[in-house]
């Protein structure tokens, strides 16, 4: 049950968004590469994200004075791939964390399928199955 009209991709800039974000992270919290690695330089504080000794399936959670942000643990080492369920487990944590706290609205590249190899026409529709009543803006490189 998706409410198309509340998920949108755009061709942008994923850190102009005003929206709470997410990506993909592995437990090791090793983001040397791709949007990972733009997070870690933009937001810092990795010490503390891997302190949190989240999991496969979780989230590490961190509040910026405009927004909350969401490492979701999709997979064990960087080397790794996440699977359809660990990524989904995760999207599960990002949505309990926003209902908890009465966030409506979230942006995230189009996850799981740059380094992490996975079939976006898969991942678009478990982010609209579990976001079904949240806006959710997916950002794509032009």
């Known amino acids: 049950m998706s409410k198309q ?3 949108h991709e755009v061709i942008g800039d994923l850190f102009s968004s005003q929206q ?15 949007i990972a690695k733009q997070f ?13 000794k989240v999991k496969v399936g ?4 961190m509040k910026t004075s405009e927004r909350y ?6 997979k064990e080492k960087y080397w790794g791939k996440p699977t359809l369920e660990t ?13 908890q706290h009465q966030i409506t609205e979230l942006s995230m590249p189009c996850i799981g399928c740059g ?9 678009s529709k478990i982010i609209q199955e579990v976001f079904f009543d949240k ?3 997916i950002y794509k490189l032009s």
């Open 69 to 74: 942000l969401y490492y979701m643990v999709t």
């Open 20 to 34: 709470a974000l997410a990506h993909c992270v592995s437990e090791d919290f090793n983001m040397g590469k791709g």
């Open 58 to 61: 979780g989230v590490a959670i």
């Open 87 to 99: 990524l989904k487990l995760s999207l599960q944590s990002v949505k309990k964390h926003m209902d």
């Open 40 to 52: 870690r330089d933009n937001f810092g504080h990795v010490e503390e994200l891997k302190s949190a």
């Open 5 to 7: 009209s509340n998920y």
């Open 135 to 137: 806006t959710i803006t």
């Open 115 to 123: 380094l992490d190899k996975l079939k976006w026409t898969d991942v």
